[in-house]
């Protein structure tokens, strides 16, 4: 990685690949960020997001290919995952946090103590690192660090508290705390947004719109890209290559519109070349050379014209049928009708109550919890993690049985669990959508096609194989494919692309049977038109009957 500490902040992947385990992940990605942008990346879970951002952060080299960073003021990195020490303090962490602006402001008192002292020659390293420390906001830093803590509602825990007497959502809150107080110039941040609650997010967009700075976010969550993101990068698991998006998160929605506007017009223009040339080739082949009389008897003549004419038409002929070959061997694919889910055929509709909980609880898990739920009703759960929502919807499937209490369910009941996994990972993809289902796999080759989540090329995959995005889609397909009068969906828009997402939320709103999702997703949660039970953390006095 190259580093300069004189030219503009430049951010740039020079044709960059890397692989996993012998997973290829980003594949000769090209891309770059200007100075000032406050971009988002987004993608399908296991699409190679994070990668991306750890290449630029110096985390991770490239296999091939370059990343040139050039930043006066520093770049600060927020990882996903990154593991405190749990004997570390809370004031340890915010210190190693500022642990560059610390180190800047050694140096520079050491240089003015000996100024003082009558030695100068350290006048011009003082002055480069006054530029530094006045551009990272060194004299306004514990300023910062407070206003970071109380934003992310921290602002009460002692600075004296261990890491390991806060809980994980503290504990990723305080990481994010520091590393925003640093105030570098260029801010990389991997999902910044879990483990935060309503306030904590306003106040993260807000800070993050009013910083100056590079600014980079791997995010999932639409609310957060569409108030914070300048632009985008999307990072496609399936090409591995990297898109970029101006205009924000408004301006990808609408390109990805348009994009799939221009598909659907380049294969009407398709079907209409071959009915064009299938027809022109038909007409023709049917001509036969004008059938004027013989003049002066001049037989001879007569026939050398017809032959002409008969040459020419046979030449037509024979260019339209190259054209139309040449077509067909280079189809333009249907687009994929929007995503729609299969209705229960019957001749009349459930009425009543379709499910019904009566005090259930699981050990440790769900608390005493009554549900009924009537048809065509749409009902969103919500809660703290650790409630007991997973579990609830659980049970409702079948999935689990409780400890205590009983279920009736009535219908077809579709269920989409929080985390797909491949029940067999040797399986194609085309096999795992078919199983279960009447007739031979390759049958349904077309059903799954249509719903435009999966490639020809990608059905003879082996699931185990596949991304968490890539199986969450595989999921999907299968749910949206089957006939069901309920559907239970846990975290739906986990893992999908933020367009894929939207699509789907406009399925579910098309939706005319029962619904129960269980959602932390803002936007889902924004635009929801139903009920809505909002469970407490696991305990005995959290009874929800």
Same mark, same amino acid.
């Given at each position: 990685m190259l580093w300069s500490l004189c030219m503009p902040t430049q951010f740039t992947a020079l044709a960059i690949s890397k692989s996993f385990d012998g997973r290829l992940v980003l594949d000769s990605v090209t891309c770059s960020l200007a100075a000032g942008e406050r971009t988002g990346v987004i993608g399908e879970n296991g699409s190679g997001k994070t990668t991306l951002l750890r290449l630029f952060a110096g985390r991770e080299r490239p296999d091939q290919g370059e990343v040139v960073v050039q930043a006066t003021g520093g770049v600060g990195y927020f990882a996903q995952d990154e593991q405190l020490a749990a004997q570390a303090t809370v004031q340890q962490v915010i210190d190693r946090g500022l642990s560059d602006l610390r180190a800047v402001e050694q140096r520079m008192r050491r240089l003015e103590t000996a100024m003082a002292d009558g030695d100068e020659s350290g006048m011009a390293e003082y002055g480069e690192l006054l530029t530094v420390f006045e551009v990272r906001g060194g004299f306004d830093a514990d300023a910062r660090v407070e206003r970071a803590l109380y934003g992310l509602g921290l602002g009460l825990v002692g600075r004296d508290r261990t890491v390991g007497s806060l809980s994980g959502g503290e504990r990723v809150r305080l990481r994010l705390a520091a590393c925003l107080a640093a105030a570098p110039e260029v801010l990389l941040l991997d999902e910044?947004? !879990?483990?935060?609650?309503?306030?904590?997010? =306003?106040?993260? *967009?807000e800070h993050l719109r009013a910083r100056r700075g590079t600014t980079v976010t791997v995010s999932h969550d639409r609310?957060?890209? *569409?108030?914070? +993101?300048? =632009? /985008?990068?999307?990072?496609d698991g399936d090409t591995r290559r990297v898109v970029r998006y101006g205009n924000g998160y408004t301006g990808y929605l609408? #390109?990805?519109?348009? &994009?799939?506007?221009?598909?659907?017009? &380049?294969?009407?223009?398709?079907?209409?070349?071959?009915?064009?040339?299938?027809e022109a080739a038909a007409t023709t082949a049917r001509q036969v050379a004008p059938g004027r009389p013989m003049k002066d008897g001049n037989k001879l003549a007569y026939n050398r014209a017809g032959g002409r004419v008969q040459q020419s038409l046979a030449s037509r002929v024979r260019n339209a049928e190259e054209r139309l070959r040449r077509l067909l061997a280079d189809p333009v694919p249907p687009p994929p009708e929007p995503l729609r889910f299969t209705p229960v055929l019957r001749t009349r509709r459930l009425q009543g109550v379709v499910l019904d909980a009566a005090d259930i609880a699981v050990t440790d898990r769900l608390a005493r919890t009554c549900l009924s739920v009537t048809a065509g009703q749409r009902l969103l759960i919500t809660g703290p993690n650790g409630a007991g929502k997973s579990t609830l919807l659980r049970v409702l499937a079948g999935?689990?049985?409780?400890?205590?209490?009983?279920?009736?369910?009535?219908?077809?009941?579709?269920? @989409?669990?929080? #985390?797909?996994?491949? *029940?067999?990972?040797? *399986?194609?993809?085309?096999?795992?959508?078919?199983? $279960?289902?009447?007739?031979?796999?390759?049958?349904?080759? $077309?059903?799954?096609?249509?719903?435009?989540?999966?490639?020809?090329?990608?059905? +003879?995959?082996?699931? $185990?194989?596949?991304?968490? $995005?890539? @199986?969450?889609?595989?999921?999907?397909?299968?749910? /949206? =494919?089957?006939?069901?009068?309920?559907? @239970?969906?846990?975290?739906?828009? !986990?893992h999908l692309s933020p367009a894929l997402a939207e699509e789907l939320e406009t399925a579910l709103s098309g939706y005319d049977g029962t619904l129960v999702i269980v959602s932390h997703d803002r936007g889902l949660r924004r635009h929801w038109r139903g009920a809505h039970l909002a469970l407490q953390a696991t305990d005995t006095s959290a009874a929800t009957c």
């Open positions: 910044p947004t !879990n483990h935060l609650d309503d306030g904590a997010l =306003s106040w993260l *967009e609310v957060f890209l *569409e108030r914070v +993101a300048t =632009s /985008l990068l999307e990072v609408a #390109e990805k519109a348009a &994009a799939r506007q221009r598909w659907a017009q &380049a294969y009407d223009q398709w079907r209409a070349d071959i009915d064009r040339l299938r999935d689990i049985t409780p400890d205590s209490g009983s279920v009736t369910c009535r219908g077809r009941i579709g269920y @989409l669990p929080q #985390e797909p996994r491949p *029940e067999e990972p040797a *399986e194609t993809v085309l096999a795992a959508f078919a199983r $279960g289902r009447t007739g031979e796999a390759a049958g349904h080759a $077309g059903q799954l096609l249509s719903l435009g989540l999966f490639d020809r090329e990608q059905l +003879a995959v082996p699931v $185990g194989r596949l991304s968490t $995005g890539q @199986l969450q889609r595989l999921a999907l397909a299968r749910l /949206l =494919s089957a006939p069901s009068d309920v559907l @239970l969906l846990d975290e739906p828009t !986990n």
